[in-house]
């Protein structure tokens, strides 16, 4: 914006005076029967924390605006960390609009979230809360979506469908939280429960965060994974649901996140913190172990050696230093850490670095990122990747599925194919996304026909309600889990004047085109 803010005179042009806790609310205060009515007619509190958020923060209040969920039964509780911007402007001229609208500012800058979302949970009147960054924003339904789940769910916590918006593409974050319909189930009864930890799609009960005093610890990086740690530990039930709810922001120009300003180093001394905070909690054996599963397995291998940061830096040392201060923290636990990783490759790093092999780390991972099309064999009924390095020529994938044939017949398309793997027992079926829009997507049974072949017949009458598109198809197994068919040669067909095509995209996997 080309408006000018200054801090002092906008302070005094609107006569605001912090409190002894340092923050003013914005909003003339109400009678105490307004406080009454505003108790039971409101449903859901929805907190957002910003920060010089001026470029996409009228379209994030819009979104909670305009919700189908009457705006009326919304107390959408805004708190402004100290902006420099036009972003107190901005809510301020809301706050007169609406005063179901409560705009807080802060006297001083906190520098993470944490502060400015737990006065959003101090202040929330609702039964059900929610939090929304001030970069992201709702599906039009979202709320109402998530509200009605609980309503007659009676479950603690629900959480639904993202979309990650990207300059050239979209896709959907957490698949294991959006896979299905689920209600009343255990969040220990979902394996991937604690890999995706951020505030966004979810909604819970007020009373099991006010109640179990749950807040963000003031960390710059990782207080929203220690926040909803608490959060599942202390649901009894939870739902979850397919329907999109929220649109997380990551296009190139949206750059002032505090998690890209946040170095690597510092990023992983908030997860040993995180680390040493679930270890204190003591809690049942099986929670513990899938929760440090994600703060072991994907904060502290993945997200630091299988990131380009680590393959161009020139102090790989410092790396090294901040993994031994990991591998400390599992030497007090009664089991071994790598029983719980997802993906093999990262059990071969791990004993990389337990070895002294620290200098193998990134020329695997390298190869890993780099090489799009691996080969893999198939060695007793198991499929490994091959490498080109000797001391680990095989390494093992967890699944892996072969397109045999593909055949067009007068009113039907049939794919034969095999899969090899941990997870043979348990495919699902064949989904068939849209590239551009994740939410459009087609799914259909597969049929096995032998120990590892699988058939999938689609009718062209079904075919020919596709909207033209290029689809992406993957194998889904474990209810969320997903591969791509290996392939090469395309089929395609002409019918009723549109072109369906079954090719070999870049990576050679089947894709799908209608044109």
């Given at each position: 914006m080309s408006n000018t803010y200054n801090k002092l005179d906008f302070e005094k042009q609107h006569k605001i005076q912090y409190n002894s806790d340092g923050y003013f609310i914005a909003n003339k205060k109400p009678s105490l029967f307004d406080v009454l009515k505003k108790k039971k007619d409101k449903v859901v509190t929805v907190v957002t924390p910003v920060y010089n958020a001026e470029k996409y923060l009228t379209?994030?209040?819009?979104?909670?605006?305009?919700?189908?969920?009457?705006?009326?039964?919304?107390?959408?509780?805004?708190?402004?960390?100290?902006?420099?911007?036009?972003?107190?402007?901005?809510?301020?001229?809301?706050?007169?609009?609406?005063?179901?609208?409560?705009?807080?500012?802060?006297?001083?800058?906190?520098?993470?979230?944490?502060?400015?979302?737990?006065?959003?949970?101090?202040?929330?009147?609702?039964?059900?809360?929610?939090?929304?960054?001030?970069?992201?924003?709702?599906?039009?339904?979202?709320?109402?979506?998530?509200?009605?789940?609980?309503?007659?769910?009676?479950?603690?916590?629900?959480?639904?469908?993202?979309?990650?918006?990207?300059?050239?593409?979209?896709?959907?974050?957490?698949?294991?939280?959006?896979?299905?319909?689920?209600?009343?189930?255990?969040?220990?009864?979902?394996?991937?429960?604690?890999?995706?930890?951020?505030p966004r799609s979810r909604m819970m009960k007020t009373s099991v965060l006010k109640e179990n005093n749950?807040?963000?610890?003031?960390?710059?990086?990782?207080?929203?994974?220690?926040?909803?740690?608490?959060?599942?530990?202390?649901?009894?039930?939870?739902?979850?649901?397919?329907?999109?709810?929220?649109?997380?922001?990551?296009?190139?120009?949206?750059?002032?996140?505090?998690?890209?300003?946040?170095?690597?180093?510092?990023?992983?001394?908030?997860?040993?913190?995180?680390?040493?905070?679930?270890?204190?909690?003591?809690?049942?054996?099986?929670?513990?172990?899938?929760?440090?599963?994600?703060?072991?397995?994907?904060?502290?291998?993945?997200?630091?050696?299988?990131?380009?940061?680590?393959?161009?830096?020139?102090?790989?040392?410092?790396?090294?230093?901040?993994?031994?201060?990991?591998?400390?923290?599992?030497?007090?636990?009664?089991?071994?850490?790598?029983?719980?990783?997802?993906?093999?490759?990262?059990?071969?790093?791990?004993?990389m670095f337990l070895n002294g092999d620290q200098e193998k780390i990134a020329p695997l991972f390298m190869w890993d990122k780099k090489e799009k099309v691996k080969e893999i064999e198939i060695i007793d009924d198991l499929p490994y990747m091959v490498t080109p390095f000797e001391e680990n020529k095989h390494i093992r994938v967890s699944m892996a599925g072969f397109y045999h044939e593909g055949t067009f017949q007068e009113d039907k398309y049939t794919l034969s194919f095999s899969v090899y793997g941990d997870y043979i027992h348990e495919v699902n079926d064949i989904v068939l996304r849209d590239r551009n829009d994740p939410a459009n997507q087609y799914s259909f049974n597969v049929m096995k026909k032998d120990d590892y072949l699988f058939e999938l017949t689609i009718p062209m009458s079904v075919l020919k309600g596709f909207k033209k598109a290029g689809y992406a198809i993957f194998l889904r197994y474990n209810d969320y889990q997903k591969i791509s068919l290996i392939r090469k040669e395309p089929n395609q067909i002409m019918y009723e004047k549109r072109l369906y095509q079954f090719y070999t995209t870049v990576n050679s996997n089947l894709g799908f085109n209608i044109k």
């Open positions: 379209k994030t209040i819009d979104s909670v605006v305009n919700q189908t969920l009457n705006f009326n039964e919304i107390e959408y509780i805004l708190v402004d960390d100290g902006s420099t911007d036009q972003s107190r402007p901005i809510l301020l001229d809301y706050a007169k609009k609406y005063a179901n609208m409560v705009v807080v500012f802060l006297e001083k800058n906190t520098g993470t979230p944490a502060q400015p979302r737990n006065l959003g949970i101090e202040l929330a009147t609702a039964p059900y809360i929610t939090f929304l960054d001030a970069d992201d924003w709702l599906e039009q339904d979202g709320l109402e979506t998530l509200y009605q789940i609980l309503k007659e769910s009676n479950d603690d916590y629900v959480v639904g469908k993202t979309i990650q918006v990207e300059t050239k593409s979209t896709k959907i974050v957490g698949e294991h939280e959006s896979c299905m319909e689920r209600r009343g189930v255990l969040p220990t009864s979902i394996p991937h429960i604690f890999q995706h930890l951020g749950i807040r963000y610890p003031e960390m710059k990086f990782a207080e929203d994974k220690q926040f909803f740690i608490d959060v599942l530990t202390n649901a009894k039930t939870i739902s979850t649901t397919t329907k999109p709810i929220y649109y997380l922001n990551r296009l190139d120009e949206n750059d002032a996140s505090l998690t890209k300003q946040t170095s690597i180093i510092q990023k992983m001394d908030t997860n040993i913190k995180v680390i040493n905070y679930v270890k204190s909690k003591k809690l049942d054996i099986k929670t513990e172990k899938m929760i440090l599963n994600r703060l072991y397995e994907f904060d502290c291998i993945t997200r630091l050696f299988n990131r380009q940061h680590f393959f161009k830096s020139k102090n790989k040392e410092a790396y090294y230093e901040k993994f031994n201060e990991v591998i400390e923290t599992t030497k007090d636990l009664p089991y071994s850490i790598e029983d719980q990783f997802f993906h093999p490759i990262n059990k071969v790093v791990y004993h």
